[in-house]
Nanobody, 124 residues
Framework: QVQLVESGGGWVQPGTSLRLSCAVS????????MAWFRQAPGKEREFVAC??????HYANSGKGRFAISRDNAKNMVFLQMNRLKSEDTADYYC???????????????????WGQGTQVTVSS
């Protein structure tokens, strides 16, 4: 059973940075499509970024500001978020899936394992 544990969330001011971490157990990060999703209050969960094979994919909202990375040795995935905006406020979730085709990368239903989420609040 794959388990995902996020950390690194918190309250930050607009324009600053935050790095989220996801520790993976029961599976390896290179085996799965590893992704970050987020869910703001009252909104649906939405795709943020993912690794598929050796390639990264980003939602338009995070392009140029967010960077997904992974440490294969530590079996961890990270999301570096820069120039944060108030609209980035959400619960952020790490998730893993496999055999996803590119058109499926943004679909929550295609991911099998989810972490419990970490809250990010961007506010002055």
């Amino acid at each position: 059973q794959v388990q995902l544990v996020e950390s690194g969330g918190g309250w930050v001011q607009p324009g600053t940075s935050l790095r989220l971490s996801c520790a993976v157990s029961g599976g390896t990060v290179v085996t799965y499509v590893m992704a970050w999703f987020r869910q703001a209050p009252g909104k649906e969960r939405e795709f943020v970024a993912c690794f598929r094979g050796g390639n990264t994919h980003y939602a338009n909202s995070g392009k140029g500001r967010f960077a997904i990375s992974r440490d294969n040795a530590k079996n961890m995935v990270f999301l570096q978020m820069n120039r944060l905006k108030s609209e980035d406020t959400a619960d952020y979730y790490c998730t893993a899936g496999y055999n996803l085709r590119q058109p499926e990368l943004r679909k929550t239903s295609r991911y099998k394992y989810w972490g419990q989420g970490t809250q990010v609040t961007v506010s002055s």
